[in-house]
């Protein structure tokens, strides 16, 4: 019998459920044991819908209460002391402390999950660190399912990708640690065996980057000694891409299982067959985890067939491409959702039932195939494509992705434009999205609240927003974006081509979730789509607001993406949208306009071999979305949550006016690589967390200001928050961002005195 076996599923639960108990825990609503007690529901259920939908092995010790990496690094107690200290009086607010930063605590730094929008903290270890088990969560989250009656598979993240994941304080190199780390691991493994594990699943996506010989050296280590300490069998997991120069390695290093990604590389699938020694199971990964498109199963069943016919049955396991927790969990709610379109996505449960039909297809029962095949066809067949927009994207020429003048004389002419004071100060675009600006949303939506209703309680917003800067100091202002769900979804709504579901969530972190958009055809743009907020916010104040867009390369990675064509064509009719938004902005007298490109960094293919191609279109998109203004208008973008200094060059040609970035979690380390670029144009770096509650001393912020302005042109430095506050409290903002003038009118002082 072809067995389906799952790596990993969403944990934040169809109705958000994981959302509602954390944020009710932290606000002091539910206590522990009540937040202990929904998760544990959780697991249960999602166990429960896998193997309604057809699944014959599920993860256990998937879940996480905010992120897998940081359980990680509490397992082996990998934390600096002063989290690992509070642990003994109150564990799981000494682990929320460590996400989220509070009781003088600082939260570690997060990043992107490779190259999702799922962020992770990253561990901090140093020279010496010691390794040991803390707590049991795999073996009891393993028992638990067991007890339910559950046959599962414990994940892991492997040993080699977290140290990989991680940074080490003083510099030291992180796989110095791996012995140590190990030792710890054949613990648990062993008590994993102990507890009746048959197989442990070892997550090593970090062999699908590109890896020197140490590394390499450091995965054979690794693996040896695990190989000879006691425990379940070992599935080695590779994901988001080819093994490529790591097959050798990873078909030779001593598991019993290699899961591979064919969605990503199906180009790997005969040299995986070739080299990997029969002894070995092999899960194949093909159904796409990060996509939300039905699966080609024809194609897959051929592989699967291939793989049968060579390696037996029970040697080969059906699986999606990686864990499924970048998907939604389940399509057929979607029911406002045009048919031909919900009919043609598979979500998480779907992508289940597909890996079902495959697996009796091969058992000779393909009776179901047709039907579950039927509408990606019919979409294949479909007309998604719109003539005028493939007329106006051939007719853009080379000289519309160039601003008029060089940076230098923009320069000039903005500061005469604009008239702004040395070090100015800015936010990034999103005031607090409070409770009742979610529930005006939420009312107007479920038609209990007018339009017209609507439209007053958004401007009383803006109107408050405005004045509070204006109050604060504030030189460059915002609207606040109190109109928007979200950054990506809410352009997506007003752009031809998307279609948006009700409950398609996908964790960003934490309790934090967004909705991707879904882009199934041709993206154009009907009206203007921000025009009328910014002008009313503009017309509220003679300070310059900003017009607040967000970039091209974003809008893509942030939606579920069309895979009929490349992801550089979709991007460049998003970025045309966007040209002709940016221009009415400019018409209706914006004077300075943010295009935020967070996801820039995001996107860069995990191979280097790849990047240089992926950079040139991202930049061109963002290129052809700004470049028309005149002179005088300021064009801005942000980035947050990346490392900078692979891509600096690529931003640099950008060639925005002022980028922010954010830079605070990691003291400016980030600042370093554009520093050391010698980047021309005008930079923002974050002077203060956004993610934590915490409110930062202006002192801290000042400190971190001259440490900029010592490697930077005067001219060159703004002052802002690292990101947008819609996750924050008025009162954090306020005094955040008072203290934040203060630092930067200190700088000013300090300046004029030199
Ligand atoms: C900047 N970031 C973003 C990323 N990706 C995006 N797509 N968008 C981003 O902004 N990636 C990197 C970072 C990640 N950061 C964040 C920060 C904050 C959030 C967040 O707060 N998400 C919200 C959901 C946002 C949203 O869609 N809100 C809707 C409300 C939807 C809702 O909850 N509706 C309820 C009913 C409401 C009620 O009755 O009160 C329901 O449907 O049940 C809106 O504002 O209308 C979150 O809550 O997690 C995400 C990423
Ligand atoms: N303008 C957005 C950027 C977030 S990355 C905001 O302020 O929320
Ligand atoms: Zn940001």
């Not at 072809?2 to 954390?22: C, M, W």
């Not at 507890?195 to 590394?215: H, K, M, Y």
């Not at 529930?439 to 509070?468: I, P, S």
């Not at 980035?639 to 979690?665: G, L, Q």
Request: aromatic share 8%.
């Amino acid at each position: 019998m072809s067995r389906v076996t799952l790596l990993g599923f969403p944990r934040i639960g169809r109705r958000r459920e994981l959302k509602t108990a954390l944020e009710s825990h932290w606000s002091g609503d539910l206590d522990a044991a009540g937040l202990l007690e929904a998760a544990r529901a959780l697991r249960r259920n999602h166990w429960q819908l896998q193997r309604d939908a057809g699944a014959d092995v599920v993860a256990a010790n998937d879940f996480s209460l905010y992120d897998h990496v940081l359980d990680t690094a509490w397992l082996f107690g990998a934390l600096p002391h002063v989290h690992l200290e509070s642990a003994s009086s109150d564990p799981l607010a000494a682990y929320f402390a460590s996400a989220r930063g509070g009781s003088g605590r600082r939260a570690l730094e997060m990043t992107k999950w490779f190259d999702t929008n799922y962020h992770y903290l990253v561990p901090e270890l140093r020279r010496g660190q010691a390794f040991a088990l803390h707590g049991d969560k795999p073996v009891a989250e393993f028992r638990e399912a067991l007890a339910a009656g559950f046959a599962a598979r414990p994940v892991l993240l492997g040993p080699v990708s977290f140290l990989l994941l991680a940074k080490t304080v003083d510099g030291s190199p992180a796989l110095d640690l791996v012995d140590d780390l190990v030792a710890a691991y054949a613990d648990l493994l062993a008590r994993l065996h102990e507890a009746g594990a048959e197989w442990v699943q070892l997550d090593e996506p970090c062999l699908v980057l590109d890896l020197d010989d140490r590394t390499r050296a450091a995965y054979r280590r690794a693996y040896d000694a695990l190989a000879s300490a006691k425990g379940p069998k070992r599935l080695l997991t590779s994901y988001f891409g080819a093994l490529g120069d790591q097959l050798p390695l990873a078909t030779t290093l001593p598991v019993d299982g290699l899961h591979v990604d064919l969605v990503r590389a199906p180009q790997q699938f005969d040299a995986v067959l070739r080299d990997l020694p029969d002894d070995r199971t092999l899960s194949l990964g093909l159904v796409d985890g990060r996509n939300v498109w039905r699966a080609d199963l024809r194609e897959a069943l051929a592989l699967a067939r291939r793989a049968v016919e060579q390696r037996g049955e029970d040697a080969c396991w059906l699986a999606p491409s990686c864990s499924l927790l970048h998907v939604p969990i389940d399509s057929a709610g979607e029911t406002t959702l045009e048919p031909a379109i919900r009919d043609s996505l598979a979500f998480a449960r779907q992508k289940i039932e597909e890996l079902r039909v495959l697996a009796d297809a091969l058992d000779g029962d393909d009776a179901a195939l047709a039907a579950v095949e039927a509408p990606r066809i019919a979409r294949a067949t479909s007309a998604l494509g719109r003539a005028d927009v493939r007329d106006r994207l051939a007719a853009v020429t080379p000289d519309m992705l160039d601003r008029r003048s060089p940076y230098a004389l923009r320069r000039a002419r903005q500061h005469t434009a604009l008239d702004l004071p040395l070090f100015p100060t800015t936010t990034i675009g999103s005031f607090p999205q409070t409770e009742e600006v979610r529930k005006a949303r939420a009312a107007h939506r479920a038609g209990r609240l007018t339009a017209a209703d609507y439209r007053r309680f958004l401007e009383e917003q803006t109107r408050r927003a405005v004045r509070e800067q204006e109050e604060l100091g504030i030189d460059v202002l915002v609207h606040g974006e109190f109109e928007r769900n979200d950054m990506v979804e809410y352009f997506g709504e007003q752009l031809d081509g998307f279609a948006f579901t009700k409950q398609g969530w996908v964790q960003s972190y934490g309790s934090r979730c967004v909705k991707p958009p879904i882009i199934h055809a041709d993206v154009a743009r009907r009206r203007p789509m921000t025009v009328e907020w910014s002008c009313y916010a503009q017309g509220l104040t003679p300070r310059p607001m900003k017009g607040m867009l967000t970039g091209p390369v974003t809008i893509l990675q942030w939606s579920f993406v069309r895979d009929d064509q490349p992801r550089s064509e979709t991007c460049r009719q998003i970025a045309l949208a966007l040209r002709d938004e940016v221009l009415d902005l400019e018409a209706s007298g914006i004077r300075v306009i943010q295009i935020d490109e967070p996801a820039l960094r995001e996107g860069l293919p995990l191979r280097s071999a790849d990047r240089a191609t992926y950079l040139g279109w991202a930049v061109d998109c963002f290129r052809l979305a700004a470049a028309g203004v005149r002179d005088e208008t300021q064009v801005h973008t942000h980035m947050c949550y990346a490392e900078f200094n692979d891509i600096i060059e690529a931003v640099a040609a950008m060639d925005a006016d002022v980028v922010s970035i954010e830079t605070s979690r990691s003291r400016m380390e980030l600042l370093d690589a554009f520093v050391g670029y010698r980047y021309p144009n005008a930079i923002g770096p974050g002077v203060y967390d956004i993610h934590s509650p915490h409110v930062p001393a202006s002192a801290d912020m000042l400190a971190l200001l001259r440490k900029a302005r010592a490697h930077l042109d005067p001219a060159q430095l703004w002052v802002n928050p690292d990101c947008g506050l819609k996750t924050r409290g008025w009162p954090e903002v306020r005094a955040a961002l008072a203290a934040m003038v203060v630092a930067a009118r200190e700088l000013r002082a300090i300046e004029r005195a030199a």
